[in-house]
Structure formats: C-alpha cells, structure tokens
C-alpha cells in the first residue's frame, strides 16, 4: 500500500512541474517525464523481485518445467515496456514512433512465445501421431 502512495505522489508531482515546463522548454519537460518513469520502476524493483520470486515458487511447486514460464515472464515484460515507451512518445506528440513501438513489441513477444507454441505443436503431434 505504501509503495502506491508514493508512486502515485511521485507521478503527480512529475505531472505538474511537466505540465508547468512544457510550455518553456517543451524537451526538458519530456525529459522529467522520462525520469519520473524510471524513478516508479525503482520504487517496484522490490516488489517485482517479490513476485519473480513467487513465481519461481509456484513453477517448482507445479512440476511444470521452468523453460515453459520463462517467454510467459518476457512477453509480460515487453508488455509493460511497449505500454510505456509507447505512451511516451504519444505524449512527446509523437504517435507514429508510439505505433511502431506497439508494432516492434507484439513482433518481439511473439519471437519470446516461439519456444512456447512449438512446445504446444510438438505435444499435439505426440497426440495425433
């Protein structure tokens, strides 16, 4: 619960000094947006690597090899990159660069989920076959 208050002060207070610098310097309010952005991610960094370590918990509990889960983490990952990233360049006025960074992200999660649904492929060839 703490750790929302305070990102959630932390955003707030990145909005309004952007809000108030966007119309001097335009790029340097796009870069203490950027900053702020990092400055969540650090505020999360215990929390994530709570949950990797939960998840690493339920995968060994499952018995379900650990390869399996790994492109489910990344492709995760890339979400939570390409939702960012793509929402900044949106706010820097920039929507197309937003559209290639979804574009690039679904790409590049897709090549994650490779080892996945050929896994998937190969046990349903096991079953027809």
Do not use: N, W
């Amino acid at each position: 619960m703490e750790t929302i208050v305070q990102v959630t002060l932390v955003c707030v207070v990145g909005m309004l000094l952007a809000l108030v610098l966007k119309k001097i310097t335009p790029e340097l309010a796009m870069t203490l947006t950027l900053l702020t952005v990092v400055l969540v991610f650090v505020f999360l960094a215990d929390g994530i690597r709570s949950l990797f370590k939960l998840l690493k918990e339920l995968s060994d509990a499952s018995g379900v090899s650990e390869a399996l889960f790994v492109p489910v983490y990344k492709t995760v990952g890339i979400a939570l990159v390409v939702k960012t990233g793509g929402s900044l360049c949106r706010d820097a006025g920039e929507s197309a660069l937003g559209a290639a960074v979804e574009t690039a992200g679904a790409v590049c999660a897709f090549l994650v989920a490779l080892p996945l649904i050929r896994a998937v492929l190969k046990m349903l060839m096991e079953l027809i076959g």
